[in-house]
């Protein structure tokens, strides 16, 4: 689980010294390679645009003098193909996320005026075939598109839930404003956010067929309290959105909900034209919040609105994952490896993020044909 903590810059060492600190359960007498030095290792090769197994370690082996001279290993050695994998699988999650936050992480402020964060769930599809599916849970800021936490999880969809309930409570977002999807639309999850203080919008789906049907009934009979619309041109599609927010304070719902704070109803519809053939869509979603009703209606419909549409960022880093960094290509039948490998990945995207790059495939080149300033960059987040 990931607990984020404050990051002072000068109270820490440098990240790959910090390393060493993993807890390593081989027996002294057979160590070759230092945890310390393979794990750098392996980011630098992501960050230079490396994924797989065998093409990691041919990074680790066409680049070690340099990643000698820039880690201060001086004597590490070339782990083989075969060792590689299997020593990524004996390290331990939690320890180097924890590491990971401790240096670059983002502390969560309990502010109302916080930035919403998105909380979504993403298939690791290289294990499918193990028959163990392994999925990462993340937050990412929407502002920011900054990880503030992640968790692993095993199994099926449904296990996101408590994994999802867990992550909140331990890096304290349930006191945040979060949006979430329908997946997590249930009275004990919502009643965690709104006792502990924090806003919710979360979409209604047929997973709750009654609620979803109320909803329903007060966008076709009701007032709304404000509304926001908004229009865009891209991928050659014109996409007008009209967003409403009605009162749920009169709903009769179920008493399962009584602790949900449920009090707005939010009324998204957007019309897509896809402009080369003319085709038109239609599509009405609906989404309830715990937000209280506003003196200024139409801000709030636009904040709201602004959320629900703002929670594809953390989509949008799932695509970064999948294309950019090709995680979904990446097969393994280690449930650890894999997670080890997903972490590692996150971190090549938070410090992506802190080298302020616009472009990650271009940057990942960049890196890879200019190490010296890869490692201008490395040592300003004090990476190295």
């Known amino acids: 689980m990931s607990i984020n903590v404050v990051y002072v810059e000068t109270d820490v060492c440098n990240f790959v010294e910090a390393l060493s600190q993993l807890p390593d359960d081989r027996d002294n007498r057979g160590k070759r390679h230092a945890l ?3 794990v750098t290792g392996v980011v630098l090769a992501i960050l230079s645009g490396r994924s797989t197994v065998s093409s990691i370690f041919r990074y680790l082996r066409n680049r070690i003098e340099w990643l000698r001279e820039v880690t201060q290993h001086p004597e590490a050695g070339v782990v083989s193909r075969a060792h590689l994998p299997r ?3 004996r390290v331990d999650w939690v320890e180097l996320n924890t590491l990971i ?13 916080h930035d919403w964060v998105a909380i979504d769930g993403k298939v690791l599809r290289g294990t499918l075939a193990s028959g163990d599916k392994q999925s990462v849970v993340f937050a990412v800021s929407h502002a920011s598109r900054t990880l503030l936490a992640q968790a692993p999880m095993k199994g099926s969809k449904a296990s ?32 965690q956010i709104h006792q502990a203080g924090g806003q919710y919008v979360i979409q209604v789906k047929e997973n709750q067929p009654l609620l979803l049907t109320q909803c329903q009934s007060v966008a076709a009979a009701a007032v709304p309290l404000g509304s926001h619309d908004a229009c865009e041109k891209s991928h050659g599609r014109l996409t007008t959105r009209e967003g409403q927010c009605f009162d749920m304070r009169a709903v009769s719902l179920a008493p399962r909900w009584s602790d949900s704070g449920r009090h707005t109803l939010v009324v998204m519809t957007r019309h897509t034209v896809t402009l080369a053939t003319q085709k038109t869509t239609c599509e009405t979603a609906y989404d309830i919040s715990n937000q209280a009703r506003s003196t200024d209606p139409h801000a709030q419909a ?4 602004g959320a629900i549409r703002q929670h594809w960022h953390v989509e949008s880093d799932h695509w970064m994952r999948d294309v950019t960094l090709h995680e979904d290509h990446i097969k393994t039948t280690s449930a650890n490896q894999a997670q080890i490998t997903g972490c590692l990945r996150s971190l090549a995207m938070r410090l992506l993020r802190r080298f302020n790059v616009k472009h990650f495939q271009e940057a990942l080149e960049d890196f890879a044909d200019c190490p010296s300033r890869f490692e201008a960059l490395l040592r300003r987040v004090k990476f190295l």
């Open 36 to 38: 310390a030095f393979v």
């Open 87 to 89: 020593l990524l699988a």
């Open 101 to 113: 936050d401790q240096h670059f992480g983002v502390q969560v402020e309990l502010s109302a005026t």
């Open 160 to 191: 996101e839930i408590p994994v999802v309930r867990d992550l909140l409570k331990h890096s304290q977002l349930e006191a945040h404003k979060v949006t979430l999807d329908a997946h997590h639309c249930n009275p004990t999850t919502t009643a």
């Open 302 to 305: 636009m904040a709201l609105t």
